[in-house]
């Protein structure tokens, strides 16, 4: 789950992270509102989008030579401009794709003096089951154009659960950035609080782009992405409320509600599978007779009716889907359940695609009777290899 920076920037300030005053709006008098609060003499008036690049992106509204999501203000009148520019209007940054994202929520905050950038992320790294520190001088800029460019300039180490962050990780984050003195010690600090608030909210990732130090020699979080645990939420109700659903794939969001873990690809092939190990293996077998799929999407093991119904709704929801191929195994859920299911939800939803379907398991002879005598036009499979072959030919028929 991701937050919005001005989210993230209030609880990183709880931490004790050091962030500029700033307030969010949503509306143009709001956004004035907010500034009047601020010291002045400079402001910024951030769009709030859950993708980065804003700085550097282009409202599809208001023509190639207009700013971006990222404006500096000197009176309330430029961030009143500002503000009216950009909320409701369509942001596309290099993280948004084509479509972008309209602006529902702006954050005005206090202008800044920088002397450099910097870049300081906190993030489980797989590979070592850590929590890992990425930092780097190159802070303002796309950071996985530096990590292709000069990786040299990214240094990332580990923190060892058992000790947790200890100084001497402080003065590691400070020498990747090379400050000495007051502002290595600066640095320590903020590595420290960054730790902490990573391992309290249980976060998947803290981004600091950029983590910049002032002309009068402080260091500021300028622009901060927030991720969390799913998994964890439960445990943090207050952070479950920052969710903005405005921010989420319709389509997600839909299956979330019906508790279906559904993910979309880029392909053409919907795939509805019971088991996140099945699904995974469904996608790859289509791989292998060279199509692509169109989402994951695991049913769960108590798959009713309403949740197959719903499964084929979200699929086909999606233009790109010129197929389904339901891969089914009945353990403790029937194979005539499913079928019934299956024939019930694709009555409902007017398949207008071919379906192959393939079922293994409890009843399955029973299963396959009742799928062939529905009338509908099911193609049946009967193993994994048969059922993705027999997919990927009916969408090339069609095609
Ligand atoms: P994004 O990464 O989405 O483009 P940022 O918040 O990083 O958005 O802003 C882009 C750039 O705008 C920053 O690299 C920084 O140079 C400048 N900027 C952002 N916030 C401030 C601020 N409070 N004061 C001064 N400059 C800022
Ligand atoms: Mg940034």
Do not use: W
Not at 43 to 54: D, E, F, L, P, W
Not at 243 to 262: C, F, N, V
Not at 362 to 389: C, F, H, Q, W, Y
């Amino acid at each position: 789950m991701n937050i919005h920076e001005y989210q993230a920037k209030e609880l990183l300030a709880k931490f004790g992270v050091p962030v500029p005053a700033g307030y969010a709006a949503m509306s143009v008098e709001e956004a004035v509102e907010a500034a009047k609060q601020l010291p002045g003499p400079l402001y910024v008036v951030k769009a709030q989008i859950h993708a980065g690049g804003r700085g550097k992106g282009k409202f599809k509204e208001l023509g190639p030579d207009a700013k971006g999501g990222v404006r500096l203000a000197k009176t309330l009148d430029e961030v009143r401009a500002a503000a009216a520019d950009m909320l409701g209007n369509t942001l596309v940054t290099v993280q948004t794709g084509e479509a972008g994202k309209q602006v529902q929520r702006l954050y005005v905050t206090d202008g800044v003096d920088i002397a450099k950038e910097f870049y300081l992320a906190v993030l489980v790294d797989r590979g070592t089951g850590r929590i890992a520190m990425v930092a780097s001088t190159e802070g303002g800029m796309d950071i996985e154009t530096v990590a292709h460019d000069t990786p040299e300039k990214i240094h990332t180490l580990d923190i060892d659960p058992a000790t947790g962050f200890m100084p001497h990780h402080g003065r590691a984050v400070a020498a990747a950035l090379g400050l000495t003195g007051d502002l290595a010690k600066q640095a320590a600090n903020v590595a420290s609080k960054l730790y902490a608030a990573f391992l309290g909210t249980d976060a998947s990732q803290i981004e600091i782009n950029p983590l910049a130090v002032t002309d009068d020699g402080k260091l500021m979080v300028l622009d901060a992405k927030v991720g969390f645990d799913s998994n964890a939420m439960f445990r943090h109700k207050d952070l479950a409320e920052l969710r903005d659903e405005s921010e989420e794939d319709p389509a997600e969001l839909e299956a979330s509600k019906y508790d279906l873990a559904y993910i979309k690809l880029d392909g053409n092939i919907g795939c509805m599978v019971n088991g996140a190990g099945l699904a995974m293996a469904t996608m790859d077998i289509i791989k292998l007779n060279g199509a692509f799929p169109a989402n994951f999407l695991d049913v769960g093991g108590g798959a009713s009716k309403e949740k197959v119904t719903a499964a084929f709704k979200i699929i086909l929801s999606d233009p790109a889907v010129k197929g389904i191929l339901v891969n089914i195994f009945g353990g403790i859920m029937r194979c005539d359940i499913i079928a019934d299911g299956i024939i019930a939800a694709a009555k409902e939803v007017h398949l207008s695609v071919p379906l192959v379907v393939r079922l293994e398991g409890t009843n399955v002879e029973e299963g396959k009777r009742i799928l062939a005598d529905s009338g509908l036009a099911i193609v049946p499979a009967n193993d994994l290899g048969d059922a993705a072959r027999k997919i990927v030919a009916e969408v090339n028929k069609a095609a």
